[in-house]
């Protein structure tokens, strides 16, 4: 994929879709291409928050450790965005992602992440938008689960 490719796929991303080209070119440049085969984990559930990741190719699963085992919450694809909740929050990573096929990945490290929001606070508000949409999504999630308890 070229660098110009890479602009393009960031540029659907809605946290980067208002970023000026010359700063989608700089993000593509300095992001990590990182190829993950099936299976092999781009991150675990407790680990520190380096770097966030961008789906380039291929699928992800999002797991989280309970007391029965694994359970998967979520399937990412291309063009997702994964791993800010650690680096934004600076907690351990709440889930662990595992490729679910071979999936290619650009990996944001948390200084080049935050440099950004420092030079562009409506990446804040995007980032915002999107957390309190997976925030509703989980609430709606939950409600579904304790209706089916009772």
Known sequence: MSLNEEVELLRKIPLFAKLEPSKLKLLAFTSERI???AD???FRQGDIGDA???IVEGSAKVLIET????????????ND?????????D???TATVKAASQ???LQITKDLFFRLVAEFPQMSVEIMR????????TTQDLREALAQNK
């Open 35 to 37: 190829t993950y085969e």
């Open 67 to 78: 007391d029965e085992g694994e359970v998967e919450v979520a399937m990412l694809g291309r």
């Open 103 to 105: 999936t290619v990945t």
């Open 40 to 42: 092999q984990v781009l």
């Open 130 to 137: 999107v957390l309190a949409s997976r925030l509703e999504n």
């Open 91 to 93: 907690i351990p990573r």
């Open 52 to 54: 966030a990741y961008i």
């Open 81 to 89: 965005f994964v791993g800010e909740i650690a680096i934004l929050c």
